[in-house]
Nanobody, 125 residues
Framework: QVQLVESGGQLVQTGDSLRLSCTASDGTFGDYTLAWFRQAPGKEREFVAARRWGGGYPYYGDSVKGRFTISRDNVKNTVFLQMDSLQPSDTAVYYC??????????????????WGQGTQVTVSS
């Protein structure tokens, strides 16, 4: 069982940067792939970014590629999402997730076993 706790969400302005964090409160991330998803009101949950346990190539959703960066610290059991050039369209609840998806399913929310409670990011225009 992995309990994930997100932090860092807040109200910012267009063009600002923000860094989200997600920690494993009661253990380690082990060999899980860690991902960020987001969900805006009235919309489906959207893949944002993922990073496999061994590092390597990060995966990004098309809408955030070039603006967001995912990184993980396996010693501190923390995964980060650095968000730059934020836009109002980035407003959503951001969720951290852990799982063991195959590469072809890494963008699918159903591939992840554990989820945090989410942290709200609001970008004002």
């Amino acid at each position: 069982q992995v309990q994930l706790v997100e932090s860092g969400g807040q109200l910012v302005q267009t063009g600002d940067s923000l860094r989200l964090s997600c920690t494993a409160s009661d253990g380690t991330f082990g060999d899980y792939t860690l991902a960020w998803f987001r969900q805006a009101p009235g919309k489906e949950r959207e893949f944002v970014a993922a990073r496999r346990w061994g590092g390597g190539y990060p995966y990004y959703g098309d809408s955030v590629k070039g603006r967001f960066t995912i990184s993980r610290d396996n010693v501190k059991n923390t995964v980060f999402l650095q968000m730059d050039s934020l836009q109002p369209s980035d407003t959503a609840v951001y969720y951290c997730a852990a799982g063991r998806p195959i590469v072809s399913s890494i963008r699918m929310s159903s591939s992840y076993y554990y989820w945090g409670q989410g942290t709200q990011v609001t970008v004002s225009s």
